[in-house]
């Protein structure tokens, strides 16, 4: 079956339980599916990974690094998110801008087709583009790993390091609620662990950055031994194999990678946190519920994204019904987790209340609503799981972006070593029962492991964040 007509099968699946679920509880299997591929390492160490779907002519080349912000070091905050800015400032035999200008001449287009992500875990880059035209994103990912040092100079560097700056304060110092991630990072993971700090990094450390900083960085961690390429689509594998042997094969291994710091945590937080800023950008108040989970590599993983879904995502959540729908405190509610990979993830809880409302109700009224999240029904499972299943299958209706096929065969081998990993994930989900999901909630959702954000508007000129007593 391809891939296209899965999303309709699902959406006939999931209609069809409907009714089932409300005369019995039972576990719904998934559709069949299976994303196909082939693998090879090169003697310099780069993971090959290649996955072939003739359906339409289109082509994607993804490239994901080993490294996010979890690899840096105190006082060297924001490298790697930093690094993905100087990716596209040109290489020895592309000029600056030329990057998206080649590609977007051959048929690309930019945004979601033509970009690069930087999270905690991993660094990523990706182009979607005309099948006829996959050897130039192949040559321009491989001469850019190869040979970025020779073009990069401290006038890149002072611009790119403005941009991000700029990037700062527009998504989180001079953004509504913009700080929350920050602050709830800060506050679930202690001083001096990988995740405590943000992605972005701070200015302090952006402005400390220096050209031997920055070479060194990406002489460590830009190597092809710290790297897996996808090449997906309308391709021939033995006539790519070569195209990658040719641009990638010459390219040295680099240096053995520092080991991770330790990422260990305890389960829980040890004791509620509780934090009130005032924020003069905020229309209405809103409030943030954090709680330490286990991680993305951690065998429960499935059930954490299935409790936030089941307490606060979408309409059919407790959150919504109960805030939004019957007590009308709120007027959006969310529930998520960030997928962090090793140690411990963040699972949060969002409600936002109505312009001049009163935060405390609203807190109230979240509080007492996450207290009872112990006692689920198999429906709510069901929904939920037919939710996570839906997301997954329509994000691999597409061979390159975010979710696509390409993202997940390299998300599969980054973290799990393990590029089939793409074809356990619903099986996974099939595998939580109701008792996995009460269990957790039990054991994570409770005041011991609680971060509560509390953002009031305010007409200061600054955020203020100070800690109140529970």
Not at 203 to 227: G, W
Request: charged fraction near 20%; charge should be neutral; proline fraction near 6%.
């Amino acid at each position: 079956m391809r891939l296209r007509y899965v999303a309709v099968s699902l959406l006939c699946l999931v209609a069809a339980n409907a009714s089932a679920q409300a005369k019995k509880a039972q576990v719904a299997k998934s559709p069949e599916l299976r994303v196909d591929f082939t693998r090879e390492t090169l003697p310099n160490g780069l993971n090959v990974i290649y996955h072939v779907d003739h359906s339409t002519p289109v082509a994607a080349v993804l490239l994901w690094y080993n490294v996010g912000s979890k690899m840096e070091q105190p006082g060297r905050t924001g490298f790697a998110h930093l690094f993905e800015h100087m990716m596209f400032q040109g290489s020895k035999n592309v000029a600056k801008g030329q990057h998206f200008s080649l590609l977007e001449a051959a048929g690309g287009r930019g945004g979601a087709d033509i970009n690069g992500t930087t999270n905690w875990d991993r660094t990523a880059y990706f182009e979607t583009i005309p099948s006829n035209q996959v050897e130039l994103a192949i040559w321009l990912e491989s001469d850019r790993m190869g040979t970025l040092l020779e073009a990069m100079d401290q006038a890149k560097l002072d611009n790119q390091r403005e941009v991000v700056k700029n990037e700062r304060r527009q998504s989180f110092d001079n953004q509504p609620y913009g700080t929350w991630p920050e602050k709830m990072g800060e506050a679930l993971f202690p001083e001096g662990h990988p995740y405590h700090h943000s992605v972005i990094g701070s200015m302090t450390d952006l402005s400390a950055a220096s050209l031997a900083d920055v070479s060194s960085f990406f002489k460590t961690y830009y190597a092809p031994n710290n790297a897996v390429l996808v090449v997906a689509g309308d391709i021939d594998v033995p006539q790519v194999k070569q195209m990658v042997r040719k641009y990638f094969g010459p390219i040295p291994r680099g240096p053995r990678v520092p080991p991770l710091a330790n990422m260990s945590v305890p389960e829980n937080v040890g004791h509620q946190q509780r934090y009130v800023i005032a924020d003069a950008q905020a229309p209405a108040p809103a409030i943030y519920v954090g709680y330490r989970v286990p991680p993305a590599k951690d065998g429960r993983a499935p059930v954490v994204s299935l409790l936030g879904d089941v307490i606060g995502s979408g309409r059919s959540s407790r959150l919504y019904d109960a805030l939004v729908r019957r007590q009308q405190l709120a007027t959006n509610v969310g529930g998520f987790n960030f997928g962090l990979a090793d140690g411990a993830d963040m699972l949060v809880f969002t409600a936002t209340g109505k312009p001049g409302s009163n935060p405390d109700s609203l807190e109230v009224a979240l509080m007492a609503e996450l207290a009872g999240t112990s006692s689920f029904t198999q429906a709510e499972l069901e929904r939920a799981r037919a939710a996570e299943r839906f997301g997954f299958v329509n994000g691999l209706q597409t061979t390159g972006g975010f979710g696509g096929r390409a993202d997940r065969l390299a998300e599969g081998w980054t973290y799990f070593h393990d590029p089939n990993y793409v074809n356990t994930v619903l099986r996974d989900y099939d595998r939580v029962t109701l008792d996995d999901l009460n269990a957790l909630a039990r054991e994570r959702i409770v005041d011991r492991n609680r971060v509560v954000l509390i953002y009031v508007p305010s007409k200061k000129t600054a955020s203020t964040s100070t800690p109140r007593v529970p």
